[in-house]
T-cell receptor, first 113, second 114 residues
Framework: AQSVTQLDSQVPVFEEAPVELRCNYS??????LFWYVQYPNQGLQLLLKYLSGSTLVKGINGFEAEFNKSQTSFHLRKPSVHISDTAEYFCAVSGRSNYQLIWGAGTKLIIKP | EAQVTQNPRYLITVTGKKLTVTCSQNMNHEYMSWYRQDPGLGLRQIYYSMNVEVTDKGDVPEGYKVSRKEKRNFPLILESPSPNQTSLYFC?????????????FGPGTRLTVT
């Protein structure tokens, strides 16, 4: 079984500053890892995913994430945030041989002008 | 435009009054799923369907029913809604049940049961 912990429920950051949203997972098997974004009053959309290969994954809107197997982490980063990045970000994990995604509780990114 | 649609977007109802939330996708996806989103709990899967006439329980199926008579539609039925089913509901679809594929989400249905 897998589980996901998003360490911060809210992250306030000034516009144009860098940001890191933290995600840790636990699993006894190899996993796929995902970050989804939910803009206000919308459904979720995929930001990026790690399936295999390079541990640094680049996604849409300038976001990237690094898979760290030894620390069982998949933290999301952006070097310079904009007001349009205001959203809730969800980390999710699945085992490679099952179909179900396990979701973190979400992190709200709050951009301060 | 490829999309998942849900109706209604907002619904206020009373305890015990049966309701259906519709979900439709135009991408010919095999796999469809319903989630509920509650503050601090993330998304929890209610039911999923691997294909037409194939449905199975997710993590929180109690109080819900689904059906999959056509590939594009996957309605969520609450036979006797209760206040603890007040939540934000999302339908999602993906090409296949393999978790490596991207899930496409509808815009959500905010349900309030009084």
């Amino acid at each position: 079984a897998q589980s996901v912990t998003q360490l911060d429920s809210q992250v306030p950051v000034f516009e144009e500053a860098p940001v890191e949203l933290r995600c840790n997972y636990s699993s006894s098997v190899s996993v796929y890892l995902f970050w989804y974004v939910q803009y206000p009053n919308q459904g979720l959309q995929l930001l990026l995913k790690y399936l295999s290969g390079s541990t640094l994954v680049k996604g849409i809107n300038g976001f990237e994430a690094e898979f760290n197997k030894s620390q069982t982490s998949f933290h999301l980063r952006k070097p310079s945030v904009h007001i349009s990045d205001t959203a809730e970000y969800f980390c999710a994990v699945s085992g490679r041989s099952n179909y179900q995604l396990i979701w973190g509780a979400g992190t709200k990114l709050i951009i301060k002008p | 435009e490829a999309q998942v649609t849900q109706n209604p977007r907002y619904l206020i109802t009373v305890t015990g009054k049966k309701l259906t939330v519709t979900c439709s996708q135009n991408m010919n996806h095999e796999y469809m799923s319903w989630y509920r989103q509650d503050p601090g709990l993330g998304l929890r899967q209610i039911y999923y369907s691997m294909n037409v006439e194939v449905t199975d329980k997710g993590d929180v199926p109690e109080g819900y029913k689904v059906s999959r008579k056509e590939k594009r539609n996957f309605p969520l039925i609450l036979e006797s809604p209760s206040p603890n089913q007040t939540s934000l509901y999302f339908c999602a679809s993906t090409l296949s049940g393999m978790s490596s594929y991207e899930q496409y989400f509808g815009p959500g249905t905010r349900l309030t049961v009084t």
